[in-house]
T-cell receptor, first 110, second 113 residues
Framework: QQQVKQSPQSLIVQKGGISIINCAYENTAFDYFPWYQQFPGKGPALLIAIRPDVSEKKEGRFTISFNKSAKQFSLHIMDSQPGDSATYFCAATLDDKIIFGKGTRLHILP | DAGITQSPRHKVTETGTPVTLRCHQTENHRYMYWYRQDPGHGLRLIHYSYGVKDTDKGEVSDGYSVSRSKTEDFLLTLESATSSQTSVYFC????????????FGPGTRLTVL
């Protein structure tokens, strides 16, 4: 019940295309859903986050879509660029605990 | 960048030896976290602290202990290192807890032979 399942494990997208990463959770008590971006050799950094009372949040080319009834949320990267090549982690939090998905390695072809 | 440093950045040690990793912050954030990152497992929370001397376990706490005697320092100790503890360890800080942004340090690569 504490798991966050992330897919796909890896993703290759052409420059200018849309990258989509999906996450699913079981525990309906989770109350905050962040996405983190990690470049090789660096620590993760917060990209965008959403709370369950909102169905969509957009920041520039990055959008989170949240489906509370399906217990799923996804990250969409519009007009994907080579600089977006990184590992992306979804996460869900409850009280002081946070559970991360296993990550998606995204590669954008130039 | 948030003021977080980790030391050492790299360490090679032998099975059975004690190891202590240090996380130091200059942001005066209340919350501090230790994670390990392994291929195929993503980031897993080991322990966290919600104040000086206040700590709690994460999902993979067995074999690890922590201490926080000052706001700025959070120590992770492997009492007797095992090869399964070979990993990259990240410290993170947060002002208000997990439902707010966490700032991650640069990581420590630990190899246990």
């Amino acid at each position: 019940q504490q798991q966050v399942k992330q897919s796909p494990q890896s993703l290759i997208v052409q420059k200018g295309g849309i990258s989509i990463i999906n996450c699913a959770y079981e525990n309906t008590a989770f109350d905050y859903f962040p996405w983190y971006q990690q470049f090789p050799g660096k620590g993760p950094a917060l990209l965008i986050a959403i709370r369950p009372d909102v169905s969509e949040k957009k920041e520039g080319r990055f959008t989170i879509s949240f489906n509370k009834s399906a217990k799923q949320f996804s990250l969409h990267i519009m007009d994907s660029q080579p600089g977006d090549s990184a590992t992306y982690f979804c996460a869900a939090t409850l009280d002081d605990k946070i559970i991360f998905g296993k990550g998606t390695r995204l590669h954008i072809l130039p | 960048d948030a003021g977080i440093t980790q030391s050492p950045r790299h360490k090679v040690t032998e099975t059975g030896t004690p190891v202590t990793l240090r996380c130091h912050q200059t942001e005066n954030h209340r919350y501090m976290y230790w994670y390990r990152q392994d291929p195929g497992h993503g980031l897993r929370l080991i322990h966290y602290s919600y104040g000086v001397k206040d700590t709690d376990k994460g999902e993979v706490s067995d074999g690890y202990s922590v201490s926080r005697s000052k706001t700025e320092d959070f120590l992770l100790t492997l009492e007797s290192a095992t090869s399964s503890q070979t990993s990259v360890y990240f410290c993170a800080i947060s002002e208000l807890g997990t439902d707010n942004e966490q700032f991650f340090g640069p990581g420590t690569r630990l190899t246990v032979l």
